[in-house]
């Protein structure tokens, strides 16, 4: 258990559903920690220090020492401060919130970022890619309010890109892949997060935030070839 002395800074990004979905785990928590927002074409030298690596968002540091990569944070968070917690307790089914959670991330975003990539025949091909995807994580809610059971877990957490940064990409590049009538299960759950006043704090100004997302794929897409 934390004490009061202990410091918890995170460093993010108002737009990141990465660091978004580390401040929400924290809120759950009830952890005071300091959010220190990054410019990322300027990254600041605390940044650099405390991911060399990767020399991206989200980090959190806790007590000066610096964890990186957010589903490695969660759970980090979860060791930490052990109030509330997101992952199961039972090993079995930690491994499979840990799988579905790599699936999200893995899986279902790499393929939505192919989707905003792709032209034509291909675009076709990768809409039922993600289609098939997102029905795969659906069923895992088999008529559970959240991933995690009765209450958000650690894959409701990491699906809070699914809930509600699909739909603003979707809007500005338009279609209906993802709709209630698809898939009723998911905008359910989704209806289930938005009744979470931390989970609605967490989520970027959806004004503000569909006018980045237009903003990014409009220079994408007038990118020199």
Same mark, same amino acid.
């Given at each position: 258990m934390a004490d009061q002395e202990e410091q918890v800074k995170l460093y993010g990004t108002w737009s990141s559903p990465f660091s978004r979905r580390i401040e929400l785990a924290l809120k759950l928590k009830?952890?005071?920690?300091?959010?220190?927002?990054?410019?990322?074409?300027?990254? /600041?030298? /605390?940044?650099?220090?405390?991911?060399?690596v990767h020399k991206k968002i989200p980090v959190l540091v806790h007590n000066d020492k610096p964890v990186a990569e957010s589903l490695v944070i969660l759970e980090y968070i979860d060791e930490i401060w052990k109030n509330n917690p997101i992952l199961p307790l039972?090993?079995?089914?930690? @491994?499979?919130?840990?799988?579905? @959670? /790599?699936?999200?991330?893995?899986?279902?975003?790499?393929? @939505? =970022?192919?989707?905003?990539?792709?032209?034509?025949?291909?675009?076709? =091909?990768?809409?039922?890619?993600?289609y098939e995807q997102l029905k795969m994580l659906e069923q895992q809610l088999n008529g559970?309010?959240?991933?995690?059971?009765?209450?958000?877990?650690f894959v409701d957490i990491v699906g809070n890109i699914v809930a509600f940064w699909f739909q603003i990409t979707q809007e500005v590049l338009g279609g209906d892949f993802f709709t209630p009538e698809k898939f009723p299960g998911l905008f359910e759950w989704i209806g289930k997060l938005q009744e979470i006043d931390l989970v609605n704090e967490c989520r970027p100004p959806r004004e503000k935030h569909l006018a980045y997302v237009?903003?990014?794929?409009?220079?994408?897409?007038? @990118?020199?070839k």
């Open positions: 009830g952890v005071p920690f300091e959010y220190i927002e990054e410019d990322l074409s300027n990254k /600041s030298p /605390s940044l650099l220090k405390y991911n060399p039972d090993p079995h089914e930690r @491994a499979t919130a840990r799988f579905w @959670a /790599s699936f999200i991330d893995n899986k279902i975003l790499a393929t @939505a =970022v192919k989707f905003s990539l792709c032209k034509g025949e291909e675009k076709e =091909v990768v809409i039922l890619e993600v559970k309010d959240f991933f995690g059971g009765d209450k958000i877990g237009r903003g990014k794929y409009e220079s994408l897409i007038n @990118a020199p």
